[in-house]
């Protein structure tokens, strides 16, 4: 009985000190209620400053709260003073969130000054107010795709090799003598004491002891240098600074043109995260006054703000005192952040911070601040671009995750892809581009869809080149049977610094009279853009539904959109009805984009009739494009050919060229006969 108690204590005292090494938890503060703050009250603000990550405090002098009536935001004003305030400058964009305390109790979030006056007036947003946020829906952060939590995953593998390591010992105690597992004991509790080493016979006991020390210390580490500060804005003004990393000049103008952040500044800073690998910390712990990071993206490229922890409880944080992009319940980054130091402005100041590591999620954006919890993270899809210029020689991969947001995904996912292009090439005007994505999704059959396609532009030649992703993506986040999963996205680009276009000069049939079925090989010369003329051999077969008489066929550029009757129609002046176009699923519109022509494609396809001349004949066509709509889908697939040179096959690039985009349509007649 003797031995056993012993070995429990052992027991005991080991699970004792794995709990008493395990990283901190913080728990909420008492808080100091919106109806008790009164004015004349002296409080204290805790932020960071610089890159010691230490933080610091100004003093606060309660003004007096403001209501402005039922459904507003409740404000408390106040001010501060003293050498070390007027030293940065008064109160700074970045210091948001920042906790302000009347004695031990928390009074709420520094949240908004006042542009062009005081900076050293401010607005505290009562915690009061920004708890609820704890309570509030959230549903942003489902998928259908199987996923492993990971935090599970590393806690449980932990308590298996605790339980392993203490079987072990146990073992080791059933074989030591009486004399032996009393010194162990002795050893074992001096050197918890830290009054001895631990020897070798208790070196496998105490290295879960000595690991769990480590992985403490460190995230107390992390979470000062860490917690990483914000670059937020005033609410009572529009936000001023959003942080980015891997954008140069046209890739934030492109930015900045195409998300909805009025009044929003881009701040190309540096952030974590030198390639593809998501940089996650599972432990880390923060705590009131702590810098933390909200992010977008998250890579190679990445967009995000900074700002200040107000209050912890457990997992559970709030932040910032005011709206982040306020979207409500949303599924963003929680990122540490590096303070790097603050800029005095003659009114308004910021505080300058890099996002740093992935450690939670945020899934609310709200009036009155953000919220979210520590080592749970946001759905997010991982986006690879692979860019090859060939007149530079020059070739990069990049990586970035973006956050599932549907109203961003689409904008972000050209938006990096348009902006590594220009990070590779030093110019994207007068330039060709060849473009494939990939995108793997529940959204279409088979789960991936991909499209090619290239492109001229003088001006911007990205611009261009993303137009399709844009298209693919905002097909399928808008998807309403229901909401559509993205697995990852792949991006291949190659860009060549001159114009390889051409336009079709003639297209000379070797018989002008037909058959229905019946194959014709047109003789078709294109012009490249200064170079000499080619001729190319394309065979088209005539549709065995075609009617007798002349047939009036197109040849063009696969980017050229065909005219159908009901565009005629719309053209004429007539109300077209597009009840069949509303109704179409998801997948039906991505099939039809991955079929629309390319182009780099020659397309030989029945043409249109000339215009209407008369309402007659319009009610007369119109008659006619019912009937056509009816045989539309028994029709025959119109004839392509793809413009793509095969080094490999001497006869094929004797045939075909290298690729050009075909600028124009001409247009050919042919007489069928039964």
Do not use: C
């Not at 990483?228 to 990393?245: G, I, L, M, N, V």
Request: glycine residues 8%; hydrophobic residues 40%; negative net charge.
């Amino acid at each position: 009985m003797r031995y056993s108690l012993k070995r429990l204590a052992a027991a005991s005292l080991f699970a004792f000190t794995l709990n008493f090494y395990a990283p901190a938890s913080h728990a909420m503060p008492p808080i100091l209620p919106y109806s008790e703050v009164m004015a004349g009250m002296q409080g204290t603000a805790y932020t960071v400053l610089d890159t010691s990550g230490e933080i610091r405090t100004f003093p606060v002098e309660i003004l007096g709260g403001m209501e402005g009536g039922k459904g507003s935001q409740r404000m408390i004003m106040a001010r501060t003073s003293g050498d070390f305030i007027e030293h940065v400058g008064g109160v700074l964009q970045g210091m948001s969130g920042s906790p302000v305390y009347v004695e031990d109790r928390l009074v709420g979030a520094l949240a908004a000054g006042l542009k062009d006056l005081s900076p050293y007036t401010f607005f505290i947003t009562p915690i009061e107010d920004m708890t609820p946020l704890w309570s509030m829906p959230d549903t942003k952060n489902q998928t259908s795709i199987d996923t492993v939590d990971l935090v599970k995953a590393i806690e449980e593998r932990k308590k298996a090799e605790e339980k392993r390591r203490l079987r072990a010992r146990e073992k080791k105690f059933a074989k030591m003598s009486r004399e032996e597992r009393e010194a162990e004991w002795r050893d074992m509790i001096a050197a918890l004491n830290g009054e001895k080493a631990v020897d070798a016979s208790t070196e496998e006991a105490s290295s879960a002891v000595a690991h769990t020390d480590t992985s403490s210390v460190e995230a107390a580490d992390t979470s000062e240098t860490a917690g990483k500060e914000e670059t937020s804005t005033h609410p009572t003004e529009d936000k001023a600074y959003f942080f980015t990393r891997g954008f140069n000049t046209a890739g934030l103008r492109y930015l900045q043109d195409k998300l909805p952040m009025s009044g929003t500044s881009l701040l190309p800073l540096g952030g974590s995260g030198t390639n593809t690998k998501l940089h996650t910390r599972y432990d880390a712990t923060l705590t009131g006054g702590q810098p933390v990071g909200v992010a977008l993206v998250y890579g190679d490229f990445s967009i995000g703000a900074t700002g200040t922890v107000t209050a912890v409880d457990g997992k559970k944080v709030l932040a910032f005192g005011h709206s982040f992009m306020h979207k409500g319940n949303v599924n963003y980054f929680m990122t540490d952040a590096d303070v790097i130091g603050t800029i005095a402005g003659q009114s308004n100041g910021v505080k300058i911070a890099n996002i740093g590591s992935v450690i939670g999620r945020v899934n609310q954006d709200r009036e009155t601040g953000i919220a979210g919890v520590l080592g749970t993270f946001p759905t997010s899809v991982p986006v690879q671009i692979r860019v090859k210029d060939n007149a530079l020689g020059t070739e990069e991969t990049f990586g970035a995750q973006i956050a599932y947001d549907e109203d961003f995904l689409p904008i972000l996912s050209g938006s990096v892809a348009y902006a590594a292009m220009n990070r590779v090439s030093d110019t994207l005007g007068s330039s060709t581009a060849r473009i494939r994505f990939a995108i793997r999704t529940n959204a279409y059959e088979g789960g991936l869809f991909e499209r090619r396609n290239m492109y001229y532009s003088a001006a911007d030649v990205g611009q261009i080149a993303v137009t399709e992703l844009l298209q693919a993506m905002n097909l399928i986040v808008t998807n309403a049977e229901k909401e559509s999963d993205v697995i990852d996205v792949n991006v291949d680009v190659e860009l060549d610094g001159e114009r390889q276009t051409a336009l079709l000069v003639s297209a000379t049939p070797d018989k002008m009279t037909v058959k229905p079925g019946e194959t014709v090989t047109f003789q078709t010369k294109i012009r490249p853009y200064r170079k000499a003329e080619e001729t190319l051999s394309i065979p088209y077969t005539v549709p065995k539904t075609q009617p007798t008489g002349m047939m009036n066929l197109d040849i063009r550029g696969g980017g050229f959109v065909p005219v159908n009757p009901l565009m005629l129609l719309a053209q004429a002046g007539l109300e077209v009805p597009d009840d069949e176009e509303k109704f179409k699923s998801t997948g039906d519109r991505l099939r039809e984009l991955a079929e629309q022509g390319e182009n780099n494609e020659i397309i030989i396809a029945p043409g249109a009739a000339p215009a209407p001349t008369s309402e007659k004949e319009m009610k007369r066509r119109m008659k006619a494009a019912a009937k056509a709509s009816a045989r539309a889908a028994k029709a025959e697939p119109e004839k392509r050919i793809t413009l793509l040179a095969d080094p490999n096959k001497k006869e094929e690039k004797e045939k075909f060229f290298a690729p050009y985009v075909i600028e124009n349509v001409i247009h050919a007649t042919l007489k069928v006969e039964d």
